[in-house]
């Protein structure tokens, strides 16, 4: 099976009430230790790439790890881009073999962001490939841009639906009190996201698939784990399963994990090189932290996401 887009994983998500895991990767390890877990549980995935992942691991390596991943699992996975800023990155991914890519135009007023994303999503629909939009302003740190809690604002119910039918998009992204990064939340607070926004917008767009992006639940005992090996992560905190449980259920088709696979993965080789200061063969700890990812994420795909057995 070739890689697939995510109309097909997103009608039937919406449907049965679970979401699709969408998994930043930037590395070999990275990639297998998503897929053997999707694979283990027979999940519809999707990979994504951001502009730094791109820039880090170079488009070509990273499309054929993928591509990779398809041949060995035979599962429907769809290659994404995470947050593209500009027609360029995207169109560069949609001719390079992409079948989904995000225009984040949400920092651009409402006419502007409407304009970028009609321009990507005109060449990427006469290429087959579907695009992601997103309305609203998460806090928080992707590539270069820094948003702080109180810049972010939720997304307006009462304009998803002009938004959507102008630009045309396949899916929209809003931001409902996730954030990106390890540190979503003071601590001793107790996280809540506005599930009713979520509901209001599910209300003025019946059937349309929604995306919850900063929804890693930073899991304490990762946290616990960097801090025990020499590392100083206090007041990490993420989104409760729970809420994006709920999420899922709902209108919510996709949910971005990123940082939760950095936190399995620095845990592992934190904890590695503790226990094992005079090893130096990278396979000796990249095999242990790519199984850390694969566990995570098949615990994230059984009991958050529920898209376990939907390939
Ligand atoms: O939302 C951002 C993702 O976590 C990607 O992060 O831009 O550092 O690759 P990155
Ligand atoms: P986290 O930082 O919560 O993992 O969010 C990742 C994300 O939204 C990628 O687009
Ligand atoms: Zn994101």
Redesign the pocket.
């Given at each position: 099976m070739p890689l697939v887009t995510t109309t097909e994983m997103f009608e039937k998500a919406y449907k049965g009430g679970y979401a699709i895991g969408?998994f930043?990767v930037n590395n070999m390890e990275i990639v297998q230790g998503i897929t053997e877990a999707a694979q283990e549980l027979n999940a519809p995935l999707i990979l994504?790439v951001?502009k730094g992942a791109r820039q880090y691991a170079n488009h070509t390596y990273l499309m054929k790890l993928v591509e990779a991943a398809v041949i060995e699992t035979g599962l429907p996975i769809a290659l994404h881009l995470?947050?593209g800023n500009s027609f360029e990155l995207c169109k560069s991914c949609i001719d390079g073999g992409f079948t989904s890519v995000?225009i984040d135009a949400s920092s651009k007023p409402f006419e502007e962001n409407i304009a970028l994303t009609r321009q990507v999503v005109d060449y990427a629909h006469d290429h087959g490939v579907v695009v992601e939009a997103e309305l609203g302003t998460?806090a928080?740190?992707?590539d270069e841009v820094n948003v702080s809690a109180e810049d972010s604002s939720y997304t307006r119910p009462e304009d998803v639906q002009e938004f959507v039918q102008r630009t045309g998009c396949d899916s929209l992204a809003i931001a409902i009190g996730?954030?990106?990064?390890?540190y979503?939340f003071k601590p001793g607070t107790d996280p809540k996201l506005r599930l009713d926004i979520l509901e209001e917008v599910e209300k003025r767009l019946p059937g349309f698939p929604i995306v919850?992006?900063?929804?890693?639940?930073?899991p304490q005992e990762f946290v616990k784990m960097i801090n025990e090996y020499g590392g100083n992560m206090p007041g990490a905190i993420?989104?409760p399963e729970e809420q994006l449980r709920m999420a899922a259920r709902m209108a919510v088709c996709k949910i971005?994990?990123?940082?939760?696979?950095?936190l399995a993965m620095t845990a592992s080789i934190r904890k590695y090189f503790a226990e094992h200061p005079d090893h130096f063969d990278p396979r000796q700890y990249l095999g242990p932290a790519r199984d850390a990812i694969r566990e995570m994420v098949k615990h994230k795909i059984k009991d958050v996401l529920g898209c376990d057995g939907k390939a």
């Open positions: 969408a930043n994504q951001s995470d947050h995000m998460l928080g740190i992707e996730t954030s990106h990064g390890a979503k919850l992006h900063g929804s890693s639940s930073v993420g989104i971005n994990i990123d940082s939760d696979l950095r």
